[in-house]
């Protein structure tokens, strides 16, 4: 049995968890907590300008923080849970670390991202959530690996047997109401 309140006791108490989602594994921590935040990118050695997607039980959550406009709405309709990572605009007055925002033509965003993976039930969320691996490495699709290039900085983890697809998630812009894919993954979308 998965001990998820453990999980979440270290997610609130600063920590960073490891956790599969169906493309790779992943280091996750609380999307408020700017110290788990700077964490994440220490362990990971990862470059300040790029952002931390914010991972979200289901639309309802990821709608608490961000403007879904039609387009954005039905991408999520038809494609959460899975590997499909959706850039809106930011609501204002967020409590998520600027960390997990950023910029387009002067638009506050923030990118979401609803993994298939049955742990975003169970944990407290908003998740920062970024590949488990060194920046510029390989995406990890290992438990073993992964704790074994970050040890003791990990303060939980879950491991799964199902297979990883090794792929990253599609990354999708709807601002403006336009769809632009940035980054194609395991999902193809028609834009």
Not at 113 to 133: F, Q
Not at 156 to 181: E, F, H, N, Q, R
Request: overall charge negative; aromatic content about 6%.
């Amino acid at each position: 049995m998965t001990d998820y309140a453990e999980i979440n006791r270290q997610l609130l108490a600063s920590g960073v968890a490891l956790l599969p989602t169906e493309t790779v594994y992943g280091l996750a921590c609380s999307a408020e907590n700017p110290q788990a935040v700077e964490k994440i990118y220490a362990m990971k050695g990862r470059d300040f300008m790029k952002t931390l997607a914010v991972c979200v039980k289901s639309l309802d959550e990821a709608q608490k923080y961000g403007v879904f406009t039609p387009e954005a709405t039905d991408l999520a309709r038809k494609h959460w849970p899975g590997s499909l990572t959706i850039i809106v605009e930011a609501k204002p007055d967020l409590l998520i670390d600027e960390n997990c925002l950023g910029e387009s033509d002067d638009v506050l965003t923030i990118a979401f991202r609803c993994p298939d993976a049955a742990w975003r039930e169970h944990l407290t969320g908003p998740l920062a959530l970024t590949s488990a691996n060194k920046s510029g490495d390989k995406d990890c699709v290992s438990h073993d690996v992964a704790v074994g290039t970050f040890g003791a900085a990990i303060d939980a983890s879950l491991s799964t047997d199902a297979p990883l697809s090794g792929l990253p998630s599609t990354i999708v812009s709807a601002l403006g109401g336009k769809v632009k894919t940035l980054r194609q993954g395991t999902l193809e979308i028609s834009t």
